[in-house]
């Protein structure tokens, strides 16, 4: 195996969310370039932990963080940390698609125009290129100026990754990414994502509750679960090939036995 680096370290990372503790001492790193999935039963604290990686669980609520999040060995909960350009870099998918009442071109370069002003040309040049990263060209380049509403459910999903795609993320942060989509539609979201993952500059992190899906995408998986008191914790973390066939935990291994179909 080729030498690991962490694009993204966390550190004994222990997240109150309105006072009530969610998550605590987690710790792990996020390799560069490779596919890590989050696992785990329902409430124990996955999508809290995603958004704690771009500090978009802020919007949420009010939030105490202890221990550390590194970017690229930047501590994120520092006050000088720019939030804008940090979300930008670790950009987030979220289980439903969360489109703007807009056409689908102003969809994709909607991040891009706040980062700056683009020529028509160059603007025009990188929303194509987010939509076929994302592999719904084909399907909507006659349909830029019409609303993004008008798509179906898996193809707003796929426009949302082109959103994320269009500001060069580092990192990208997927919740649930077939969440209420038809096998269709959830195929086509798992392709794309199975294309990403061959693109040297991009790092990922999903979380889903479909053990196969986890196991033909991933590279790294974390198992977490609730401890007695009913928060969140990493019970075992490693390759994705040994957490499926070699768990050190009886939890993990009771957990993808009695999930994986």
Request: with cysteine; net charge positive; charged share 25%.
């Amino acid at each position: 195996m080729n030498e690991l680096s962490p694009a993204i370290k966390v550190k004994n990372l222990t997240c109150y969310y309105n006072s009530q503790k969610i998550i605590e001492d987690v710790s792990m790193d996020i390799y560069q370039n490779k596919v890590t999935a989050i696992i785990g039963p329902s409430g124990c604290g996955k999508s809290i932990f995603l958004k704690c990686l771009n500090r978009l669980i802020e919007l949420e609520a009010k939030i105490e963080i202890e221990g550390r999040v590194e970017f690229f060995n930047q501590n994120i909960y520092e006050r000088r940390v720019n939030l804008n350009r940090l979300r930008r870099q670790v950009s987030m998918v979220l289980p439903k698609p969360n489109l703007f009442p807009i056409s689908v071109y102003d969809n994709v370069a909607y991040g891009v125009k706040i980062m700056g002003w683009y020529p028509k040309t160059e603007l025009d040049s990188i929303v194509e290129s987010a939509l076929k990263d994302a592999d719904i060209w084909e399907e909507v380049k006659n349909k830029l100026h019409k609303s993004a509403l008008e798509l179906s459910g898996g193809q707003q999903q796929r426009l949302c990754i082109a959103r994320a795609l269009a500001v060069k993320p580092q990192v990208l942060l997927i919740d649930e990414p077939c969440f209420a989509l038809d096998p269709i539609a959830s195929m086509k979201v798992e392709s794309l994502i199975q294309s990403l993952r061959f693109r040297s500059e991009l790092t990922m992190v999903i979380i889903s509750h479909n053990l196969n899906q986890v196991h033909r995408l991933s590279d790294f998986t974390a198992f977490l679960d609730r401890n007695e008191n009913r928060i969140g914790q990493i019970i075992e973390f490693g390759t994705t090939k040994k957490l499926f066939t070699n768990p050190i935990s009886v939890r993990t291994r009771n957990y993808i036995f009695n999930n994986l179909s």
